[in-house]
Every structure is written in C-alpha cells, then in structure tokens.
C-alpha cells in the first residue's frame, strides 16, 4: 500500500514539474521533498505539511506546484489571506487553469471580489472564446457593486454567442435592479425578436409587463401568443388575470372540478384566483375557509405541482395562518425554486412569524438563486439584526441600496430600516424610523420591538413556543428580570441563545439571574 502511495505521489509530481530541462541534482532532490510533503498531507498530518512545504518555497519561491499545496492546505487550516499569497505566486509562474479556479474561489471566500473580476479579466484575455469566463468575470462585478461592469461583460458574451435566454434573464434583472425599466423591457424585447415563434419567450415578456402593472402591454402580448397558439392555456387564463375579476361558480362546481385528475391544473388555478383574489383583499373569514377547503383539494390532486403549494401558501398567508403557508411555501420551492416570488413571500411569512432560524436559512439560499433582488438581502438583514448580528445586517443593507439606486421608494424602505436597526443596536435608543415603511408595517415584529419593547405585558403576550426572534427573546428576559422574576428571565435568556443570539451583553444578563 505504502508502495503504491509512493508511485501515484511519484507521477503526480513529474506532471506537476513538467520541465523542458534535464532535472539537475537540486530539482530532484526538491521533488523528493515534495513528493514527502504531499504524504503527509494525505495521511492527514496538516501542520507537517505546512511546515514542510514553507521550507520548499522558501527555498524555491519559483516553484509553483509547492506555492499550490501550500495554498491548499492553509486554506484548509483557516487562513485564507496566506492561502491566496501563495496561489498568487503559483499562478504567476504557471498560469493555468487549475491554480485560475482554486485562486477564484479564494477571492470569493475572502470578499476580494474585484481581484477576482480582474482574474477571469486576464483569462479572457488570453481564451476570448470561453464563455464562462464571462460569466465568472459578471459574478464577481455583481457581487462588487459594479453593475454596469457586470451588464458589459455580459454584452461581450452576447457578442460573442448571439442572443441568449440566460443573458437576456441575468441583463434584465440587473436593469431592473438598477431602476432602469426601459432597458430591462428591451432584453426581454431583443430576446422575442430573436425567435419571433418561441412562445416562452413571448410568455416571459408579457409576465413582466403583468409584474410591471402594464396591464395594456401584458395584453398585447397575449393575444399574440393566442394567435400564433389558440389552444396556449397560460395566455388565455393570464388574459384573464388582467381582467376584471369576478366569482368562479360554487363550491360544489369547484370541488367537482378540482377532484378531476384528467383537467389541467393551469385551468383549475385559474378558477381559484378570483376568489383568493377576494380574500386577500378583503380578508373575508367565511371566504378564507371556503378558499383553504378548495386549495386543500387542488394540492391533494396535484401533490406534485409547484402551483398548487404556492396557491394554498397565498391562502394560508392571507387567512393568517402563517406557520402551515411557509410550510406551503417550502414545498413550492422543493418542487420548483427558480420562481422569485415565491421566494420572497416564504421569506416575508418567516420573518413576519418569527421564525428567523428558518428566515437566515432561506434567504442565504435565495441569494445563491437570485442575487440581485434586494429583497433578499433585506431580509437577510433582518434575519441577522433579530439575532444581534448588526454589523452583518448592515453589511447587507449595503448592498441592498447599492442594488436600489434607481428605485425611489425602495432605497427610502431601506434607509428607514437602517435608521430602526442603529436605535435597536444602541441598546433600546430611541428610534426615529418611519414604522409604516418598515418590513411588514407597524404590525411588524421589528415595529413591535421598536414600540413594546420595555412593556413586559405586551412582550409575555406576544411569545409563542415556535419564535425564534432572538432579539425578541432577549428583550422577554429583560422584562422578566425587571420585575423580579429570574426563573423566567433566565428561561428567556437561554432561549435567546439557543436560537443563536450575538449579543455581546446576554452573557452577563445570564450570569445576573443565575
């Protein structure tokens, strides 16, 4: 076995010194101690490693392959900034590939998102021709703010490969980001032109007039796709859409409908609208039941739709019963993740019960699918404020205005926000933020913070055995400990930190009521 390991370390190392050169004495006594250096790293003896391969590069600055494992393994030990100096020097000796990737990942953990654009810079520079590096080089100026950088490389690839959904979806997010509806209606434009027959694309357009409220537009569109596809279900039930509303039949007629397998659920959801429609509006108690009673059957037929959990979730969500809609809302995004709203109102419906564990989860998962909707790191934001972990929340709120500049009332959302957020990290300050613009208005948990948070009675009654809100929890034991009751104080406390709490003060509160 010893043997074996031996040979593989052996052949490894020759592609890795791969020389045009007879190897002197010193080369191979270098790669000797190369080859022993990488044992160890197999065998899982890290530090010897490290130490054996800085005495290589301290040596032999120049040899690459060492700089490399090197960088490996201090990456692996935590310390990413040493890492990414040796894979610097690694790559400017041998500038491949494989010391390209691992240094881009390195960029991406550190933050150094603009080392990383320029990375991938130099790499179409040298292979204009591969598209994904235009895609790396977009990521990085994504997440470094620089948004027309990225919207440029992006047209560099459209150049390169013609007009493209994927570019057409990422260019139009970004305009639409930015606050620039003319240009993000162009994408999708230039996208139907391109295959004038391709009814998704025709869909997509008309989806974002319907988002954009343009209703006129949106009904053009439609009606284009019904021409060129009398028989397009989606079209005739979103001509529908952006008419008027009215009733749908009764409940019997309903439920006959829905409990049929062999009718399409598109034709179903749209009898099912109009009366959702009515509820949220009106948030009628007897029309929310017969809708939870309707929505229940649609999911028992249709168990593996998207559409029927997201149905049931709005009803869910509109009725009040905000626990079973982010159940709802979950299974929606299991079965199909690459719808945005559904996203946003599973964050919405966790944030507005309280259950921030969840909220931080999902809204990290949601940036990895959309990371250009400053919803998300909004609510990412307060998944971390209502832990204590205000530099981070702040962190967010950041790149959330950067991504509203062209927006008027989101960057003023944002603002007031962060003006609710200083008073709270202040340690109960007074806080001058508008409560109606907050998430979720004055009734709000963050609102409810802000106005109840040294009245005990309101806080005790406001508890649940599903909250989370660390923040909340903490502000519930100040309120016990203030009226003596340290049981209940230190109850509240653990509860706090159990839900990962960063408050630098829950310690001592802890010990106080010990």
């Not at 040596?59 to 700089?67: F, R, S, V």
């Not at 490399?68 to 990414?84: H, K, M, P, S, V």
């Not at 981070?392 to 062209?406: D, F, K």
């Not at 930190?497 to 010990?514: D, E, F, I, P, Y």
Request: glycine share 8%.
């Amino acid at each position: 076995m010893r043997t074996a390991l031996l040979l593989c370390l052996y052949f490894l190392s020759v592609s890795l010194f791969a020389q045009d050169d007879i190897l002197t004495e010193g080369d191979i006594k270098q790669q000797t101690r190369f080859i022993e250096a990488k044992r160890e790293a197999l065998l899982g003896k890290t530090e010897k490693a490290i130490s054996m391969f800085k005495e290589l590069v301290e040596a032999t600055p120049a040899m690459d392959a060492a700089q490399f494992e090197l960088g490996r393994l201090q990456y692996a030990a935590g310390n990413t900034e040493d890492a990414i100096d040796h894979l610097k020097k690694a790559y400017g000796k041998r500038p491949n590939e494989v010391y390209a990737s691992f240094l881009a990942e390195l960029y991406q953990a550190s933050g150094r998102h603009k080392e990383g654009a320029e990375l991938y810079e130099g790499l179409i520079k040298k292979n204009p021709e591969e598209a994904d590096y235009y895609l790396e080089r977009a990521a990085f100026l994504v997440r470094a703010q620089d948004v027309k950088g990225a919207i440029g490389t992006y047209d560099q690839l459209e150049n390169l490969i013609g007009v493209n959904i994927e570019l057409a979806r990422l260019k139009h997010s970004l305009y639409l980001g930015q606050g620039d509806q003319k240009r993000a209606e162009k994408e999708l434009s230039a996208l139907v032109a391109s295959q004038p027959e391709n009814l998704r694309f025709r869909h997509m357009l008309a989806g974002y007039f319907t988002s954009q409220k343009e209703t006129g537009k949106a009904k053009k569109v439609y009606e284009k796709i019904l021409l060129l596809q009398p028989a397009d279900v989606r079209a005739q039930l979103a001509l529908q859409d952006v008419g008027p509303t009215k009733s749908s039949g009764s409940d019997a007629e309903l439920m006959a409908l829905l409990g049929r397998s062999d009718i399409h659920i598109d034709l179903k959801v749209g009898k099912l609208l109009p009366l959702v429609n009515e509820v949220a509006q009106t948030q009628d108690e007897e029309k929310g039941t017969r809708a939870v009673m309707l929505t229940t059957e649609l999911r028992r037929v249709h168990p593996d739709e998207a559409k029927a959990a997201a149905l049931q979730g709005d009803v869910f969500f509109h009725t009040g019963r905000l626990a079973k809609a982010a159940d709802a809302y979950r299974a929606t995004i299991e079965l199909d993740d690459t719808v945005y709203s559904v996203w946003e109102q599973l964050l919405a419906t966790l944030y507005l019960d309280n259950q921030t564990i969840k909220l931080r989860k999902y809204a990290e998962e949601a940036l990895d699918v959309f990371p250009n909707r400053p919803v998300v790191y909004v609510h990412y934001a307060l998944g971390e404020a209502l832990r204590s972990n205000f530099s981070e929340a702040n962190s967010l709120l950041e790149q959330a205005q950067l991504m509203t500049s062209g927006q008027p009332k989101g960057k003023a959302a944002i603002e007031q926000l962060s003006l609710a957020l200083s008073g709270l990290e202040a340690g109960g300050a007074t806080v001058k933020a508008d409560l109606a613009q907050l998430p979720g208005g004055k009734e709000g948990p963050l609102a409810f913070l802000i106005t109840n948070g040294s009245n005990a009675s309101s806080l005790i009654a406001y508890d649940t055995e599903e909250n989370t809100n660390a923040l909340f929890l903490e502000m519930l034991g100040d309120a016990y400990a203030k009226s003596g009751d340290k049981a209940a104080a230190a109850k509240a406390y653990a509860r706090s930190k159990a839900t990962g709490s960063k408050s630098t003060n829950l310690r001592g509160k802890m010990t106080r009521v010990q």
